[in-house]
Structure formats: C-alpha cells, structure tokens
C-alpha cells in the first residue's frame, strides 16, 4: 500500500451554516441519516486506508464520539430492527484507527494541512475535505487517485471537475497539459487559489481530494500567507507545480459542494431518491 494516511481538516467553524454549527459541527450534518464526515472516512476505507488522521478543534468532540462504542445505545437496540442502523458506523470505527490533533489557530487550509504533520509523519498521504461529498458507481474518487498515484509517485495529485466560468473565484484553478496517452490527467504549471473570472486560466477547479507527498511539509513551511493572512494549500502546491511534480486528475463521479446549503440539500434529495425510490 502506498497511501495509508487519511488527513481531515476539520477545525474549521462552518460559519455558512449557522446558527446550527454553533453547536454542531458542519462534518457532522447528515445526508439522510449519516454525517458527512462518515462519508469522508468510508471513502478513505474503499481506498484501503485505514488510519484516519484529524486536525479538530476543542469544538469539535461530536466527530470524536460518533468514531468512538456507545455501549448504552448499543444495548438499547440491540435485538430490534434498529440494530442494523448501526452496522455501517461500527464496521468504520472496528476498522479503522483515529488520531487526533488541535488546531490551535485557523490561518487557512495548509496551515491546517501543515497541523497535521505530527499524525502523517514523513509519507505520502491522503487529504478529503468531507464538505466536498463525491459518489461514483465503480472506484471512488480517492481509489482512483491513488491507482494514479501509484503510477506517479514523486508527483502530488489534486482531484479537478470543470466549474462554470462565473463560479471559478471559489475555487482553486489550474492549468495544465495532459499527459500522454491520457484524456483526465494534467501535469500542472499553474495554480491560482480563489481568482477572479478574469483573471483564471481555466474553469478546471480544484475538489476536496488530495494526495500530497511529504514534501509538502517543508514547502508549506515556507509558503507565505495570502492577503487575507492565510495559508493556502494550492499557493504550496505551485512551488511543486513548477518542478512538474503536480497532477490534476479530472475524476470519474459526481461532487456535490455540501459546503453551501443549496449542495447540501441537493445530496439529500439525490440520496433520497435513489435510496428509497
Ligand atoms: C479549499 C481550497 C480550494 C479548493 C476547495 C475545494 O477552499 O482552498 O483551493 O478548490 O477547498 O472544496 P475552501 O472551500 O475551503 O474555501
């Protein structure tokens, strides 16, 4: 196994979602009955990676009890038809290890990556951003990139979809060439974070699925903060984009951005639907 780390940066407030997020973390909202951060972690699992490393805040101690036995709610369906709603959660938490890390201050996406360095260690590793839910019927998202990865392992991999044109200032944007004899995967030159429509090479957008190699650590060691004073994972990346050490893999699947309440509510309508029509 080449990947055998899972990092989610999950001390963030979701304040787009207040008021519920005062008290609920945002990866704990659900689609249908289980939280996003389930989601999260089963798609690290169907890449067969098993250790699960969080950067949380103090704030955070419900994604903590939701990975953790609750003998009392496990005796109270035990023997009746609920029992089985439990299955899902307990094959995650049997199977998997958590490690956890406090995010002292919130300066931005890398800083949080950057956090996260005492729980990887010095290997490559995954990064999912549970806001960002992806579906696909064959491979999950990450199993395709990692089956990438492992054709290319000196290179960081960064999961893009194209967005419309007035939606790029969102997001991360890339721009690359495509490799060779491959119609989804880019080696990247250029990486903007969050610009303008005017300003953005292309509308191939950056999703919440990264496979970074340890060198990141060092370069984001050295990135320096944006205007607003934060630390920006794709400002990191460029610095390996132009030693040709980035890849943009176009995915096989559908996202849906749960970050904003209009794609949080269209996952639960298309869950809906195919769940239980
Ligand atoms: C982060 C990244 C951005 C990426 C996005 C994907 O932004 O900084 O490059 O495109 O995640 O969801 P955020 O949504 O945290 O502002």
Not at 101 to 118: K, T
Not at 146 to 162: F, G, N, R, W
Request: a negative charge.
């Amino acid at each position: 196994m080449l990947i055998n780390k899972c990092l989610f940066p999950v001390a963030g407030y979701g304040t787009r979602f207040l008021p519920v997020t005062k008290a609920v973390p945002k990866e704990m909202l659900p689609i249908l009955a289980k939280p996003l951060i389930q989601y999260g972690v089963e798609e690290a699992m169907s890449a067969g990676i098993t250790t699960i490393a969080m950067v949380i805040s103090k704030h955070k101690q419900a994604i903590k009890d939701h990975f953790r036995a609750h003998p009392e709610i496990e005796s109270s369906v035990q023997g009746t038809a609920k029992a089985s709603l439990l299955d899902e959660v307990n094959y995650v938490t049997e199977h998997c290890d958590f490690t956890y890390i406090e995010q002292q201050q919130m300066l931005g996406l890398g800083h949080a990556i950057h956090s996260g360095q005492p729980l990887i260690g010095n290997e490559a590793f995954a990064v999912i951003l549970p806001d960002d839910l992806c579906t696909n019927v064959g491979d999950s998202v990450l199993a395709q990139m990692t089956k990438l990865y492992a054709q290319h392992p000196d290179c960081c991999i960064v999961a893009i979809e194209e967005v419309p044109m007035d939606e790029v200032d969102k997001y991360g944007v890339i721009d690359g060439k495509l490799l060779d004899n491959s119609d989804n995967a880019y080696r990247v030159h250029n990486m903007l974070e969050k610009p303008d429509s005017a300003d953005a090479p292309t509308n191939l957008a950056i999703i919440g699925r990264y496979i970074l190699t340890p060198e990141i650590f060092t370069v984001l060691a050295n990135t320096q903060p944006d205007k607003n004073g934060e630390i920006q994972i794709t400002d990191a990346l460029m610095i390996l984009a132009k030693q040709g050490k980035v890849i943009a893999y176009k995915f096989q699947g559908q996202r849906f951005d749960c970050g904003s309440i209009k794609g949080f509510v269209e996952a639960n309508t298309v869950f809906l639907k195919t769940s239980f029509m």
